[in-house]
């Protein structure tokens, strides 16, 4: 819900709740209790400090209000965390006629079809289309509030997985952490920005890793055109490595898109950082052939060890949904997040992948 705040401008309700530490804390448990505590006493005494330090006026009037929209969003979000979700970008300004919008229309709907969540900026053109496709029911958004550009489409518009805000690196966050995949059709520069934010986010590892498809409509050639310019440019001159096109897709297909999401999930579920080691989730257990493979073929991400299949580790017990998945435990060296992205796609194969870059 909008309020107006002391200027007359329009914000997220800014009403916080009471802390309830009885229902933050999952199983009792009193560990993850007092942590979560500490994160709240933590948030407390940096905004002590900034008082102290005598910040302006406008610095605690922005960060009063980037809490305010972060705190209202994850409110919103919460209650679909356990959903598969797939943020859609792409520009405002398409139009229905046009072969992008029909083909963000298909792509919602398939999605939907797979119990999937769309998320989208909630406006119209391409965010509009998804929706479209999605329904209501599977779908989310996150709009911008602008002088233009800023209404929300009718598929989304008044529903309680709306989220209106104000700032750019707030929404964008939550298109990011909130999604389990990102596809991306044509647009301007936001779309850009989101797309290569996307990117750069798991190439550098503040992202877990999850599959970026770059969408064009039947024969279009928008992204086409900037893969070639990223391989010509960037990887021609040596500023991105080989293995970082594993990151990302290009395809002129909704069903080829849905496919690469699937697919993605296929056998992988989820990874995790424990201490020193990144946990890989597994909807089944790995062959020990497969093992075996990845042992002699992705020794070059390993920081120390071997990969070792065992049950969930004890420090994944707040998460008791996934305690009877298979684990794929290992130390990896957090550098090769795009041999990473490769890992997971043996293992969802069930054999070595073939490259698709002609590396390995």
Same mark, same amino acid.
């Given at each position: 819900? #909008?309020?107006?705040?002391?200027?007359?401008?329009?914000?997220?309700?800014?009403?916080? @709740?009471?802390? !309830?530490?009885?229902?933050?804390? $999952?199983?009792?448990?009193?560990?993850?209790?007092?942590?979560?505590?500490?994160?709240?006493?933590?948030?407390?005494?940096?905004? +002590?400090?900034?008082?102290?330090?005598?910040?302006?006026?406008?610095?605690?009037?922005?960060?009063?209000? %980037?809490?305010?929209?972060?705190?209202?969003?994850?409110?919103?979000?919460?209650?679909?965390?356990?959903?598969?979700?797939? %943020?859609?970008?792409?520009?405002?300004? %398409?139009?229905?006629?046009?072969?992008?919008?029909?083909?963000?229309?298909?792509?919602?709907?398939?999605?939907?079809?797979? +119990?999937?969540?769309?998320? %989208?900026?909630?406006?119209?053109?391409?965010?509009?289309?998804?929706?479209?496709?999605?329904?209501?029911?599977?779908? $989310?958004? #996150? !709009?911008?509030?602008? @002088?233009?550009?800023?209404?929300?489409?009718?598929?989304?518009?008044?529903?309680?997985?709306?989220?209106?805000?104000?700032?750019?690196?707030?929404?964008?966050?939550?298109?990011?952490?909130?999604? +389990?995949?990102?596809?991306?059709?044509?647009?301007?520069?936001?779309?850009?920005?989101?797309?290569?934010?996307?990117?750069?986010?798991?190439?550098?590892?503040?992202?877990?890793?999850?599959?970026?498809?770059?969408?064009?409509?039947?024969?279009?050639?928008?992204?086409?055109?900037?893969?070639?310019?990223?391989?010509?440019?960037?990887?021609?001159?040596?500023?991105?490595?080989?293995? +970082?096109?594993?990151?990302?897709?290009?395809?002129?297909?909704?069903?080829?898109?849905?496919?690469?999401?699937?697919?993605?999930?296929?056998?992988?579920?989820?990874?995790?950082?424990?201490?020193?080691?990144?946990?890989? *989730?597994?909807?089944?257990?790995?062959?020990?052939?497969?093992?075996?493979?990845?042992?002699?073929?992705?020794?070059?991400?390993?920081?120390?060890?071997?990969?070792?299949?065992?049950?969930?580790?004890?420090?994944?017990?707040?998460? @008791?949904?996934?305690?009877?998945?298979?684990?794929?435990?290992?130390?990896?060296?957090?550098?090769?997040?795009?041999?990473? *992205?490769?890992?997971?796609?043996?293992? !969802?194969?069930?054999?070595?992948?073939?490259?698709?870059?002609? !590396?390995?």
């Amino acid at each position: 819900m #909008l309020v107006t705040d002391n200027e007359g401008e329009l914000v997220p309700d800014p009403v916080i @709740p009471r802390f !309830n530490p009885d229902g933050a804390a $999952m199983g009792n448990d009193d560990d993850r209790l007092k942590h979560i505590e500490d994160l709240i006493q933590t948030i407390k005494e940096s905004a +002590d400090k900034m008082a102290a330090d005598g910040s302006s006026r406008g610095d605690l009037k922005l960060i009063s209000r %980037t809490l305010r929209e972060l705190r209202y969003a994850f409110k919103v979000f919460a209650p679909y965390r356990k959903r598969r979700k797939v %943020t859609v970008f792409g520009s405002a300004r %398409t139009k229905p006629e046009e072969p992008a919008y029909q083909e963000a229309v298909h792509l919602g709907r398939v999605f939907a079809e797979n +119990d999937w969540l769309v998320v %989208t900026g909630a406006a119209a053109g391409i965010m509009e289309a998804g929706h479209q496709g999605a329904g209501r029911e599977h779908s $989310m958004g #996150l !709009n911008i509030m602008l @002088p233009f550009e800023q209404q929300a489409n009718p598929v989304i518009r008044d529903d309680h997985k709306l989220v209106h805000m104000k700032y750019f690196f707030t929404r964008k966050l939550m298109f990011v952490k909130e999604c +389990d995949a990102v596809v991306c059709l044509p647009g301007g520069f936001g779309t850009l920005d989101e797309a290569m934010e996307v990117i750069t986010l798991l190439q550098t590892g503040k992202r877990d890793m999850v599959p970026v498809v770059l969408l064009d409509p039947p024969g279009g050639k928008y992204w086409a055109d900037l893969d070639q310019f990223l391989k010509s440019h960037l990887l021609g001159n040596r500023l991105i490595s080989p293995e +970082d096109q594993y990151l990302y897709t290009v395809c002129d297909s909704y069903e080829v898109a849905l496919q690469e999401v699937l697919n993605f999930f296929k056998v992988y579920h989820s990874m995790r950082y424990v201490k020193r080691e990144l946990v890989f *989730r597994l909807n089944e257990p790995l062959e020990p052939a497969l093992l075996e493979a990845i042992q002699a073929n992705f020794k070059d991400i390993l920081a120390e060890g071997t990969f070792t299949q065992r049950d969930a580790l004890p420090a994944e017990k707040d998460e @008791p949904d996934l305690a009877q998945k298979a684990r794929l435990v290992f130390t990896f060296n957090r550098r090769n997040f795009g041999r990473l *992205r490769f890992l997971i796609d043996t293992i !969802n194969l069930g054999r070595l992948a073939p490259s698709r870059f002609g !590396n390995k």
